[in-house]
């Protein structure tokens, strides 16, 4: 079974002529991976962020050849993105998409502590799923699900998930 190329700091040797550095973006094929895509970027806590986002999610889409998730998949991330920085402004966030079993999971953590008083939490996660609102329409449609939920220890903060089936 031929595998797919990777990235090695050592390149191996081959026979074969090595490949043009600079190919067009169509030059490479459009196949599923057996292993899915998983892609894990941080970005900074700042609304411009959620473009960078949606753009890195449309190309792993396209590169893994999972094109009808495109759409959903790059609104998702915007919204996320753009809520999660207003939240957290000027601090990292964390994004992870990884396809597996038919269906897409996308991850958003940002840094958003805990509130210490019970009525400051219901309103903030108000707050937080009020700004969500196009986010919940689209995955709905799509069938989909979504939560906002404190990160897992070690990890502060709280963490925004999406599963779109296929």
Do not use: F
Request: hydrophobic letters at 40%; a neutral charge.
């Amino acid at each position: 079974m031929p595998q797919s190329p990777r990235a090695a700091l050592c390149p191996v040797a081959t026979e074969e002529p090595a490949p043009d550095p600079s190919p067009s973006p169509t030059a490479y094929p459009r196949r599923r991976s057996e292993r899915g895509l998983a892609l894990s970027l941080t970005l900074p806590g700042d609304p411009r962020s959620a473009a960078i986002g949606r753009d890195a999610i449309t190309a792993s889409l396209h590169a893994y050849a999972l094109a009808p998730y495109i759409w959903p998949a790059a609104l998702v991330v915007s919204e996320l993105v753009g809520v999660t920085s207003t939240m957290t402004p000027g601090q990292a966030l964390y994004v992870s998409a990884r396809h597996r079993d038919n269906a897409l999971r996308i991850v958003v953590w940002d840094q958003h502590p805990r509130h210490c008083d019970p009525d400051a939490v219901t309103l903030c996660e108000a707050r937080r799923r009020q700004a969500l609102w196009l986010l919940a329409a689209v995955v709905d449609d799509w069938g989909g699900e979504w939560d906002v939920c404190d990160a897992m220890p070690p990890h502060a903060g709280t963490k925004s998930w999406v599963a779109l089936p296929r």
